[in-house]
């Protein structure tokens, strides 16, 4: 079984458009690969309710595993940006993970966050605020720091993991990439797609690697 992940889009109502275009793409993926795939809606993003956090996000993603997995011998995540960070960090406790694919997912998440001032306006902005505040900026970024993608993942190989990243990523730079790979001891797959950006969910070239991946996990 496979589990997409979405990130946090941090540009104006970004967040409450974060996970409408995963079931499409889930679809496609589980028709053109016969693998069961669901969708995770996190707290404060489509009509999920609550507030971003991210250990919040890590206590719902950990949820729907605990949901979906049953009498499965284990499921496999992709994760979109933030989604793929999460995705590490939950596959690093958790050995039910079979597999991680990380897309575009930034390495160092305190140059990602920027100071925690603008951070907090950007989740305000990004509409994942609901009726409980958002935690105040300083406790929101250390939050967002704890997830520590690079710590993460040096503790999931021998479990696959590919790491997918677009080459003129304008939000999250190519070397993130480069970065995670080196963190799990060069112990993961990299696939660098030409030309592409950072909004890799809608390009057909990612589809295809991430169906690539999945085959070689029969």
């Known amino acids: 079984m496979l589990l997409l992940c979405h990130g946090l889009p941090l540009s104006r109502g970004g967040g409450k458009l974060a996970s409408r275009l ?18 995770a809606s996190l707290r404060g993003v489509g009509g999920s309710p609550g507030t ?8 719902d993603l950990t949820a729907v595993i605990n949901e979906l997995i049953g009498d499965r011998k284990g499921i496999s ?13 939950t596959a690093a406790g958790d050995e039910r993970i079979r597999g991680v694919a990380a897309l575009a997912t930034p390495a160092d ?6 100071p925690p001032e603008v951070f907090a306006d950007a989740c305000h902005r990004a509409g994942v605020v609901g009726v409980t505040p958002l935690a105040d900026p300083d406790a929101l970024v250390a939050d967002v720091l704890a997830i520590d993608p690079m710590d993460a993942i040096a503790s999931i190989p021998p479990r696959r993991i590919m790491i997918v990243h677009g080459a003129d990523d304008a939000v999250v ?16 797959e990299l696939r660098i797609v030409a030309g592409a950006g950072h909004w890799l969910r809608s390009d057909p070239r990612m589809v295809a690697t991430v169906l690539g991946w999945l085959d070689r996990q029969r």
Not at 52 to 59: E, T
Not at 77 to 89: E, H, K, N, S, T
């Open 109 to 114: 998440l305190s140059s990602w966050c920027g």
């Open 173 to 188: 730079p190519e070397r993130a990439a480069r970065e995670l790979v080196r963190g799990a001891d060069g112990r993961a």
């Open 77 to 89: 995540l992709v994760g979109f940006g933030f989604g793929g960070a999460l995705a590490l960090r």
């Open 22 to 39: 995963l079931p499409e793409l889930a679809e496609r993926i589980a028709s053109e690969s016969g693998w069961t795939v669901a969708v």
């Open 52 to 59: 971003f956090s991210a250990s919040g996000w890590c206590d």
